[in-house]
């Protein structure tokens, strides 16, 4: 039995079918991304952390 047999004996086996199988695949990479608030950098009210280039905010140097 050649390699690409075993792989799908063993896809059939897991999923019944190739095309079960390539659904699934297609359900895993193809959930909606969360996309997360614009956050407006002049809102807030804290210093600049370590992170963030100085020149942005002139008022912290």
Known sequence: MSDIEKLLTEVQARYGS?????????ALVEDPTIELPVVDPSSTTSAPGRHRR???HPEAA
């Open 18 to 26: 190739v095309d079960a199988f390539c659904a699934r695949l297609h």
């Open 54 to 56: 100085i020149d942005e």
